[in-house]
């Protein structure tokens, strides 16, 4: 009885004082919820990324992009491989991605690239 009592007390204070710092804390908790609900959604629309990112310099049909820097794409005929490597390393005048970039938007992207460009 007397043994269950303290653990009671003991649960009790303990309850008491994880409330406290909470309560320290709710200001900037409802802060960061904030920060992560304004967060942007990534993007992963091969159309859409390669537009934002590319189009500036290539002209490709699919894409109705008109960029005259790089090489035009429209019916160039390219594999996953190739335009993966291209994203992912860049090539002189051509930044890498590998930084702006993630993983899947890199994957999505090259994908989108090779069905456009075998049109
Ligand atoms: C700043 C301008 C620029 C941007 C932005 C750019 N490129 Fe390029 N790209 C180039 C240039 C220039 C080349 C030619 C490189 C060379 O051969 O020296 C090239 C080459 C390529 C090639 C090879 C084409 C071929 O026929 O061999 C592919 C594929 C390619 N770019 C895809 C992309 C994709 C996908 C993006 C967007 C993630 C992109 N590029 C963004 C300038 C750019």
């Known amino acids: 009885m007397r043994k269950s009592l303290i653990g009671l007390l003991a649960a009790a204070l303990l309850a008491g004082a994880a409330l406290v710092p909470v309560a ?4 900037p908790a409802k802060a960061k919820v904030k920060v992560k609900a304004a967060a942007k959604p990534v993007v992963l629309d091969g159309q859409t990324l390669f537009r ?3 189009g500036g310099c290539h002209t490709l049909a ?3 992009t008109h960029g005259r ?8 005929d390219l594999d996953v491989p190739s335009v993966l490597y291209m994203i992912e390393n860049g090539d ?3 930044p890498s991605f ?9 994957k999505t992207l090259a994908a989108w690239v090779s069905k456009a460009t075998n049109d």
């Open 69 to 76: 820097v790089g090489p035009l794409l429209t019916g160039d």
């Open 24 to 27: 320290l804390g709710t200001a």
């Open 92 to 94: 002189g005048v051509m």
């Open 62 to 64: 699919d894409a109705k």
């Open 98 to 106: 590998i930084d702006t970039l993630d993983a899947k938007q890199i």
């Open 52 to 54: 934002s990112n590319c």
